[in-house]
């Protein structure tokens, strides 16, 4: 059984994007798999970020990976900062990195633009995600076309590692879902959702009402053809959500093109609501339950028992092998 590892930060309302090009692939992976979900509370302090709202925001992330499906039965979620050797090997890993290596990353120079004070660690957070990826022997990594640079990087750290020390971590593998893995804004088609974006009609999230839902699909900007076809250059909008109602639905966006042949947008934008309303309601209404409850506090905490179990043991053969600490001498 291989092992896979994802983490999501909880800086904000997870979007439709989120669901579509990650949490709903891990609920069938942890069938076949070994799963390690992690909550990434500490690469959101990258960014400033407040207090009470960041727990808020760990709470809500962990109550809906287990309301969209993610069993703690066959899989382990746990939030980072509880598992301390996600620190301690993220340290390690800074002192096989190479400036121009962290500086290369796409979002370092997207966060940093423009800006006069930009944290060190928003430069330096990559060999800490290195590290949440390492600790787990992780076979396979889950992620959407814009992590791809960063699990590069956590391959060319590992095998610098295994070069210099000793064979201890695993080269994992990348897996990027074919449908759905990228979800674009609905104002502006060309760029992904966001849960970041100023412009809250751009964007679905998870705990958006029917009404609201309904709403912005409705306002989603598309084009004058008024022909439902994929076309992601000529016609954005509409292959966008072709995409999100595949993705919703299972259908190929083929059997969608066939479907939609002769209905005008108003109809189809209305049965792309329906779908992802239909979609969200029993998650909604789980996450409801699960929030306010002992339950959830219970998973986590098990969970940070169950990765810290594993987590030691490979951060206490890395520490081995760059000679840190102290061989005790026989009595």
Known sequence: MKTIFSGIQPSGAL????????????????????????????????VPQD??????????????YLAVGIDPEKSTLFIQSEVSAHTQLGWM?????????L??????????????????????YPPLMVSDILLYNTDIVPVGEDQK??????????????????????????????VGARIMSLQEPTKKMSKS????????????????????????????????RFDKENKPGISNLLTIHASCTGESIETLEKKY?????GVFKQDTADVLIGLLEPIQKRYHE??????????????????????????AKAKKAMGLGRVKKKK
Do not use: W
């Not at 207090?51 to 809906?64: F, G, P, Q, V, Y």
């Not at 009609?201 to 022909?227: C, H, N, R, Y």
């Not at 409850?293 to 810290?308: F, H, T």
């Open 51 to 64: 207090r009470l709202k960041l727990r808020d925001n760990i709470r809500s992330l962990a109550a809906l």
């Open 93 to 101: 890993m800074q002192t096989i990195s190479y400036i121009g290596e």
């Open 15 to 46: 979007t439709l994007g989120n669901y579509l090009g990650a949490l709903k692939h891990f609920v069938d992976l942890q069938d076949d798999h070994d799963c390690y979900f992690c909550i990434v509370d500490e690469h959101a302090i990258t």
């Open 197 to 228: 974006d100023e412009n809250q009609k751009a964007s679905i999230f998870m705990l958006d009402d029917p009404k609201q839902i309904e709403k912005k699909i409705k306002s989603a900007v598309t084009d004058s053809e008024g022909i439902v």
């Open 103 to 124: 500086e290369r990353m796409t979002q370092f120079k997207d966060k940093s633009a423009g800006k006069e004070a930009v944290s060190s660690a928003l430069l330096t």
């Open 290 to 315: 699960l929030i306010v409850s002992s339950e959830l506090d219970e998973i986590l905490d098990l969970g940070a028992d169950k990765a810290a179990y594993k987590a030691n043991k490979t951060l």
């Open 261 to 265: 042949e002769h209905a005008g947008y």
């Open 149 to 178: 640079q960063h699990l590069e990087l956590t391959k060319t750290l590992a095998q610098r590692f295994n070069n210099k020390y000793n064979d201890i971590f695993t080269i994992p593998e990348i897996s990027v879902p074919k």
